[in-house]
Nanobody
Framework: QLQLVESGGGLVQPGGSLRLSCIAS????????IGWFRQAPGKDLEAVSC????????YYVNSVKGRFTTSRDNAKNTVYLQMHSLKPEDTAVYYC???????????????????WGKGTLVTVSS
């Protein structure tokens, strides 16, 4: 039974960087694509990025493209979200989730609750 825990959030100034980690327990990450999502107060949940189980493909929402990079280290049961050039609008609770794939592409909706971490807060503010 896969469990995911996010870490690495915190307060950072605009233009700064953070690296989030999604750490798995109870199972390995080898067979899972992992998506990153975020939710700001009063906003809908937003898909941010995803990485396939075999690093075949990645996805980034346009607003973070070129600034965020997701990667994985299956030996460490960890998926990362490296965030650069952070903006105040990046402020949100960030979640990772194990997602389904179709032809190697992440399906970023309809994810059961048991496949989510609890989230880590990223605050970008001066």
């Amino acid at each position: 039974q896969l469990q995911l825990v996010e870490s690495g959030g915190g307060l950072v100034q605009p233009g700064g960087s953070l690296r989030l980690s999604c750490i798995a327990s109870g199972s390995t990450l080898d067979y899972y694509a992992i998506g990153w999502f975020r939710q700001a107060p009063g906003k809908d949940l937003e898909a941010v990025s995803c990485i396939s189980s075999s690093d075949v493909s990645t996805y980034y929402v346009n607003s973070v493209k070129g600034r965020f990079t997701t990667s994985r280290d299956n030996a460490k049961n960890t998926v990362y979200l490296q965030m650069h050039s952070l903006k105040p609008e990046d402020t949100a609770v960030y979640y990772c989730a194990a997602v389904s794939t179709v032809q190697g592409m992440c399906v970023m909706h309809g994810i059961p609750e048991d496949y989510w971490g609890k989230g880590t807060l990223v605050t970008v503010s001066s």
